[in-house]
Every structure is written in C-alpha cells, then in structure tokens.
C-alpha cells in the first residue's frame, strides 16, 4: 500500500515540478518578443483495478501547449504588413511634402521674385542694371528648379538604399524560417512540440510580413511555407529561395524586385505589395514618379515659352534675341529622354530625338514605344497604360511621329518586333533647367514689328501694335518676313478698298504698292470686332486661280448681239483634296469636287469651302478705260444689266434723251468717269453685293479709268450701245484688253469677268486637279503651285475704317524703349500654359503641392488608422499568449502548494512504510 502511495505522490510531485518549471519559464520569457505563454496539460493515469473497485494511479504530463490562436497570428502579420506599407510610404511622401511647400525650399518664392524682376525690366527696358537684375534672378531661379529636382533625386535615392536594406533583410528572415523549420520537422519526427522554437518562427513570420506582404501554410511534419506575391513560395520547408534587386529593363535607373529560384529569375516589381518593400515601390512608381514628371513639365513649359518669346524679340542692338534659358531641345537633351529596353535587339545605329514642339499640351507621365512586326508600333502612355497613337514606319528616315506636344525623331536605325523604347519628355525638365544669357544687351524686350495709322484715314480704323507669332514655318525654316533683323521684306501695306474689305500689300515702294505672292486680297473686315489680319496656321498653303480662263481669258473678243446674260467660260473641272487622318495610324481621307461650268469665282468658292481645312475667298475686278464715246444717244454703259447712264423724258421730241447729270465724255472725262462711279457706289444691290467702284489714274499711262471690284467675286458683264465705230476697252489688270465698238441702237457689245479665287489649304491638305493643266488653276504639277502664305505675325484691325484708309507695318528699330516683348514675358506668369492650357505655372505648381499635400494627410490618416488597428491586434494576441506576470505569480504560489502537498504524501507513504517494516 505505500508502495502505490509512494508511486502516486512521485507523479504528483512530478507534474508539480513540471508545471512549477513551465511557470518560471513563463516568467523568465515575460519580455521576450513573440513568446506565447505555455501551460502543462496534466491528465490521470489510468486506473488499477482492485477489490472494490478501480484505485488511482496519480497523474502525468500530457504535454506542454503554447496558447496561441492562429487566426489572431495571422491577423497581427496581415495589419503588420498594412502598417508597414503605409508608414514607409507616408515618411517618405512627407518629405515631397516638405521640401514643395516650404516657401524657402519650394518653387513659389523663387518663381515670384524672378518674374517681379522681369516686371521691372518691362517698366525700364533701357535700363542696364535693371536687365542684369533679370539675368541674376534667372540663375537664381534656374538653382532652384536644380535644387529640388537634386532633392527629388536624393529621396529616390534612398528609396532604392531601402530596397536594398530590406531585400537583404528579408532574405536573412526568409533563410531562418528554412533554419527553424528543419529543427521543427526533427522534434516533430520525436514527438515532441518545440514551444520555444515555434515561437521563435512566428516572430521571424511577422518580422518578414513587416517587410513585404506574405502568405503562410502549414505542412504535416509542423514546417510552413512562406509564400509572397502572386504566389512565388519564398520558403519551402527547410529551402529558403532569395529575393533580389536588378536594374530594370526599361529604366535601369531604377531597380526592379526579382525572386531567383533553381536558377529562374522573375521580375516581381508590379505584382508585391505590402510591408516596406511594398511602401517603397509604391512611393516610388506613384507619388515620386507623378512628381517628377509634374514638376518637370512646369520648367519644360516655362524654358519653351519664355524661349520662343524671347527669341521673336529684339535686343538693344536691335539683333533678335538668343534662347533666354537651356533650350529644351539641344540634341543631347532630346536623346537623353529615350532610353532602350535593355532586351532591345542589337542596333549600332539609332538615332532618337524626344523633342517638345508644343509645351502647352505636355502631359505629366512618361511613354512607352514598343514596335511590332512589319514596322508597325504603339506608343502607350505610362500613367495609366493607355494606347496614346499607333501607325507604321515609313521605309525611309528620318521620319517622326507626334503626339501629346513630344515628337519622336528617328533619324536612322532598325528595329525588330519586341524592341521598346522608354519615353520621358518632362522627367528631368528640372534638371536640364538653366539660364543662357549672361550680357544685359542681349536680353530682347522689344518686339521687331511696329505698326503706323495713316494720317490721311478718314475713318476711325484702329490697327493692334502687333506681335511676333513665330519667325520659321512649319518645317523650321525662317519666314523671310522678319528673316533678317533690322528689316521687314517686305514692308506692308494695308489698305480698304470699302469700309469692309481691304488688301494687304507689298509696301517696298509705297508710290506703287503691289499685290504679295501669293496674295492677300479682298479681306473681310467685320465692324464691331476685333479682325486678325494674317493666317495663324505655319503650314496653311494658298492656290491662286491663275488659268488660262480666270478673269478676261486671253484672245477673247467682244459679244456683239441683242444683250442678254453671258457666260464666263469657266469649265467643268475635278478637284481633289486630300485630307490628313484624324490618328496617326489611319489612312488619309480624299474629297473630291465637280466644279460646275461657267460658275462664278463666288459660286466656286462657296462649293470648294465645304471642304474640311479648306477656305476660298473670291473676287473679281475689271477696269473700263480709253473712252471713244460722245454724249449722243444711244449711248448707253450696263454693269450686271443695271444701266449706269441715266436717261430723262424730252417733252419736245417726246423722246428719252441723255439726262444733264451726265457729264459729255469727250469734254470732261474725268467727271464722266466719276459719275460712273458714284452711280455704281449709290446702288444698293451692288453695294449689298460688294461690288464698288473706284475713279482712278492709271499710274503707267496717266490716263483715267474706272476700276470696278467685286469683293465677293460676282461676274462682272460691262454692255456698251454707242453710236457706230464709238468704243471703251474694259480689262481685268492681267490680260490684254477687250474693246467693246458700238454699233447703233438696239446692238450691244459686251464681256464678262468670271473673277479670281484664291484657295487657302490648313496644314496636311493638298490638291490635285483632273486636268493637271487646269485652266482654273494652272499647271497642278508644279512645284510651287501651292505657296506657304503663313507670315509669323498678327496684327488686328478694329473700329470704322473707310474706303482708302491704311496702314503699314515694318521693322522696329531702334526699339530700346519698346516694352511689348517684356510685358509678354511677365504675362507667362498668368497665363495659363499647362495641361492644355488650362493652368497657369503658379497654378501648376498649387496643384502639386495640394496633391502631394492630400497624399501626405491621407497617407497620415491611412498610417494612424492602421497603426491603431495593430495596436488592437496586438493587444489581443497578448491578452491571448503574452505572460501576464500576476497570473504567473499566483500560478506558482499554486504550483509550489501542489509540489508541497506531494512531497508531504511522500514523507507519509514513508512513515507507513517504516511503520510496516518495525512491525516485524
């Protein structure tokens, strides 16, 4: 009996000291992160059967348990990720934050202080310390564009040393986890369960997750696996697989994540998130990114705009200005913003040119260009992975391609299916920023064009100072206006023909100013607005109606008969526009016009303007001239039918006679010829139809004549009945003369005008004509049968002008007091440039720092909410597993009982056993 006694106090004793060891271990561990606090399971040993029934065999120790809850373990890991994530991301978009809003490290002051200076240089052009105010200011600003773009680069910079940090880190983790997981798989295999190891492998688990998202399954033998990204495993049992960093493949200024197993390397960048790693390379790839191209478009659009102003004025040495700060095409620039995939086939001869051709409609991301079979190649736009344009290679270079205000030069080189290239038109914009005139004199604040109202106007016209539009054409090449500095070729002229309609013209010998080439006639002036005068369009091309038909046709002769309406002789003609696609890889677009026979410049033009980026203006014009008539009857002048020579009642020989308003035409011809005038001037349907007439010397012959114009281009038919052999000559100012003889009463001698047009073509239209040898148009073929009329400047007429009122422009020299280029200057300022123009730079610039500011407080809100979210995580899983050192405290004082209460059975079963052994 007390050997069973002895026995069982033995297991008590043994389950006490387990559980008294278990308790200290728990209390040793109380601070030791990811401990999870162990209890012993105690269980009875099975029973012995004896008379009466079953005795007790006392107890032993099933096992020594963790208390953990795996769905708490798994929770902390997933909130340890999100927190990591958005801490990491909101430290480093606090530092964008920072450093743009700050008025001394940001943009706003020094943008400011430039532009005040720029202003003074507006209020005092002549001013020499004034302009080098400028210049000083300017470096100043230039400093800063560099100076933050420096810091923008710093903070990437340690984006990619945190790359590096916490790869390695994760691979130490990820190595130990392997570690622990064979130890595990070994006690395992004896039966046992490691606690401690187990715990030691949690906390290396939600280490890891702090750096970058994971997922986690148990196998059989107690290992886990460790999986990340679309399910990459990172450990397997006990093999850990590495993670590492790359340059990338299409910007190897940066650094790609990669996952390298059994000699495999995969990219992983676009498919982690999470945890550090995750934060940094969303930083990186969004906010850093955005900002980058954000801010490096404002120094783009500022450096382009303030570039092309600057250049189309004129200095103190009355030169045209240099580029005021870095052009943002110099060659070296413009190939610096492509760069080639490094899996690129192998080229030895590419030559790519990213040039900026119209800031304003700058976008703030990069793009991609990636070819294809049979030349074909897409370009998608980084931000947002969208196509921008696609199209197909010529055969030949060099050859450009543009889009979103960039344009794409190729100059040579092959390229195969697969090749792309990376497109950053405003990245390093920052960067590239910096002043480029060093000499006050060269800074040009005038502009090279003034213009002068006549003092002999009798209107009240007012014609615009004026201002430079651009100084080459579409192709680059200089307009010869304004192509040499310090005169205009040529000087112009702008004169009314009627209060509204004008021509503007060639003033090189202003005793004889002459049509230009190609023309700019029979304008429309519209009273009560503002009216540009010159086409605004580099590549808009003008074709003159100059066939054998147009006007007098050559050779012709006069129609004698009884009156009546005459043809023009204009023929039936086809014309064929060709349009430009409306995408870069679409097929151009024809439209082809029938032009009716005998049809009126007027009518033609109406038909020819329905044509998209087509505009014809028309006109017509004949003069009357050499009058061999007398002041008898039956004599007669017709314009359009209307008879211009009144006639009266003579109650005497009850016939009509001549009327007295009618000057004789043999004694004052001049008289005569104004009269001819004044009564087509006093006619409303003429007037209604723009058709006017001017009593006029002919500046080689010296004699009169009556000029007749039609601004809308009518057919002008000129009828004369006159006495036998009585004659007038009416021509059109090109061809030879017709003469029109009289023949009696009741014998007409007439001919028609058809008039002239002129077809204006937008850039990228072009004309064909069924004949080539249009006798509307001329030879089709030639070579200059369509001229660039695109002149660079712009000048606006307003107010009341009339009839003969003018006004000339030239050259400004001399300008130093001239201030119009400056006050353009300041008015970059305010204007609104960016993003399709509809920001100003100072807007631009707002929109920035109130992104990145939005970013920063909401990133804040995102970290605090999550860090709240752990912090209740983590609160649960210690109420859960953390040693609670009161519980443990009254544990041990229990345990210490449980182990005396055996030890005190022992002393008893002794005291038996002695008693049995004395008894004999």
């Known amino acids: 009996m007390a050997g069973d006694l002895l026995g069982i106090s033995v297991t008590g004793l043994r389950a006490s000291q387990s559980a008294l060891s278990t308790t200290g271990h728990n209390i040793s561990n109380a601070n030791v992160d990811g401990y999870s606090r162990q209890r012993v399971i105690a269980e009875t040993n099975p029973a012995t059967r004896a008379d009466g029934g079953y005795v007790g065999n006392g107890v032993n120790v099933a096992s020594i348990e963790r208390i953990v809850n795996s769905f708490v373990t798994t929770q902390l890991r997933t909130d340890s990720t999100l927190y990591s994530d958005l801490n990491t991301y909101h430290d480093l978009v606090s530092q964008l934050d920072n450093l743009l809003s700050d008025e001394n490290t940001g943009l706003s002051g020094a943008l400011g202080t430039f532009f005040a200076a720029v202003q003074n240089g507006a209020d005092e052009p002549s001013s020499v310390p004034v302009r080098q105010l400028v210049i000083s200011e300017s470096e100043n600003l230039a400093s800063r564009f560099n100076t933050i773009h420096s810091r923008f680069a710093a ?53 890891l997750s702090k750096i970058i ?97 600057h250049t189309q004025a004129i200095t103190l040495d009355n030169e045209y200005g240099e580029d005021f700060f870095k052009s943002v095409n110099e060659p070296i620039t413009a190939a610096n913003r492509v760069i080639g995939d490094s899996n690129n086939s192998v080229a030895t001869n590419r030559q790519m040119y990213l040039n900026i051709v119209d800031s304003t409609e700058l976008e703030a991301s990069a793009y991609e260009i990636e070819f294809q079979a049979g030349g074909r190649y897409t370009i998608t736009r980084s931000s947002d992975n969208a196509s921008v344009t696609s199209g197909i290679l010529p055969g030949n270079y060099p050859t450009s391609i543009a889009f979103r205000g960039l344009e794409l030069e190729i100059q040579s080189g092959t390229f195969t299916a697969g090749d792309s290239f990376l497109l950053e038109g405003v990245k390093n914009g920052a960067r590239d920023f ?16 003034v213009t002068h109202t006549s003092l002999g106007n009798s209107g009240s016209g007012i014609i615009s100072p004026g201002e430079v539009l651009s100084l080459t054409d579409s192709n680059g090449e200089l307009l010869p206006l304004l192509a040499n500095a ?155 039918g209307t008879d211009l020579l009144e006639y009266e009642f003579d109650p005497i020989t009850s016939t009509n006679v001549l009327s007295a308003n009618v000057p004789d035409p043999a004694v004052n011809p001049d008289e005569f010829n104004n009269y001819i005038e004044s009564r087509i001037n006093s006619d409303a349907s003429f007037a209604q139809n723009g058709i006017y007439a001017v009593s006029a010397t002919d500046e080689l012959t010296g004699y009169s004549e009556v000029r007749i114009f039609a601004t809308e281009g009518d057919n002008l038919q000129m009828d004369l009945i006159a006495a036998a052999n009585e004659s007038l000559d009416v021509g059109d100012g090109s061809n030879s003369n017709v003469r029109l003889t009289g023949a009696g009463a009741g014998v007409t001698s007439s001919i028609v005008s058809g008039g002239k047009f002129d077809i204006a073509m937008a850039d990228g239209v072009s004309l064909t004509t069924f004949p080539p040898q249009s006798r509307l148009l001329g030879d089709t073929t030639a070579e200059d049968f369509a001229k660039n009329r695109y002149m660079g400047i712009q000048v606006n007429l ?25 006050l353009a200057l300041v008015a970059i300022q305010s204007s609104n440039l960016v993003q399709g123009k509809s920001a100003s730079l100072s807007e631009s610039y707002g929109s920035l720092i109130e992104r990145v500011g939005i970013d920063t407080s909401s990133s804040r809100i995102n970290m605090e909410a999550s860090k709240q979210v752990l912090e209740h995580t983590t609160a649960m899983r210690n109420s859960i597993s953390a040693v609670n050192l009161d519980e443990e405290a009254a544990n041990l004082i229990r345990f210490e009982q449980m182990y005396s209460a055996n030890a005190q059975v022992i002393s008893v079963a002794r005291n038996l056993f002695d008693t049995l052994i004395n008894s004999f």
Request: proline residues 5%; hydrophobic residues 35%.
């Open 155 to 207: 903070i990437e910079e340690s984006v990619e040393e945190g790359l590096q940090v916490a790869v390695a880190e994760a691979n130490a983790l990820a190595k130990n986890i392997a570690d622990i997981n064979r130890k595990v798989a070994e006690a395992f295999g004896s039966g046992d369960k490691p606690n401690d190891l187990l715990d030691q492998r949690d906390e290396t688990i939600l280490k």
């Open 213 to 309: 998202s994971i997922q986690t399954f148990t196998q059989g033998n107690g290992e886990v696996n460790v999986l990340i990204g679309n399910g990459q495993n990172l450990v397997v049992g006990d093999t850990a697989r590495t993670l590492g960093l790359v340059d990338s493949e299409e910007d190897a200024s940066k650094k790609d994540l990669t996952f390298t197993t059994g000699g495999s390397v995969q990219v992983l960048t676009n498919i982690v998130s999470g945890g550090e790693i995750g934060g940094l390379l969303r930083f990186r790839d969004t906010a850093m990114t955005d900002t980058y191209n954000e801010f490096g478009r404002i120094a783009v659009t500022l450096a382009d705009t303030f570039n092309k102003i």
């Open 434 to 449: 910096s002043s480029n005139i060093a000499d006050p004199r060269d800074l040009a604040f005038g502009s090279p064009i």
């Open 486 to 640: 310090g005169e205009m070729s040529p000087p112009l002229l702008i004169r009314f023909n009627t209060p509204t309609n004008y021509d503007v013209l060639d003033n090189s010998d202003p005793g004889n100013p002459v049509q230009l080439d190609p023309p700019l006639r029979d304008q429309n002036f519209v009273v009560g607005r503002s009216n540009p005068v010159f086409p605004t369009d580099s590549g808009e091309r003008l074709v003159n109606s100059g066939g054998a038909v147009i006007g007098i046709e050559e050779g012709r002769s006069a129609v004698v008969g009884t009156g009546g309406v005459l043809n023009n002789n204009y023929p039936s003609e086809v014309f064929t526009f060709t349009l430009p696609s409306q995408t870069q890889a679409g097929a151009a677009v024809t439209q082809t016009i029938y032009t009716p026979p005998n049809a009126s410049a007027r009518e033609l033009a109406s038909l020819l303007s329905n044509v998209p980026g087509v505009s014809v203006n028309a006109s017509n014009y004949i003069e009357l001239s050499n009058f061999q008539v007398s002041y008898v009857e039956p004599l007669q002048l017709s314009l359009n």
């Open 798 to 822: 307003s107010g009341k002008p009339q009839a003969g009122d003018s006004f000339t422009l030239d050259f400004n020299i001399d300008g130093a007091m001239d201030n119009r280029s400056a």
